[in-house]
């Protein structure tokens, strides 16, 4: 998504905006439509988000 992101206001931002993301996806889905790969997705940005949120803790410490 770019260059690493040491300040802490960027790195809250970021997860900000990732977590904003994931809602808009999930209030698109149509749960009729819906299957296994939405979910799939789902669950993948759900990791790459508590990656991020590791190494940003990281950071902090």
Do not use: C
């Not at 999930?26 to 296994?36: N, Q, T």
């Amino acid at each position: 998504m770019g260059s690493p992101v040491y300040d802490k206001v960027r790195q809250l931002e970021y997860l900000q905006k990732r977590v904003e993301l994931m809602s808009h996806m999930l209030e698109a889905l149509d749960p009729a439509e819906a299957d296994i790969n939405d979910l799939n997705r789902f669950q993948e940005m759900l990791d790459q988000v508590k990656i991020k949120t590791n190494q940003f803790q990281k950071n902090w410490e």
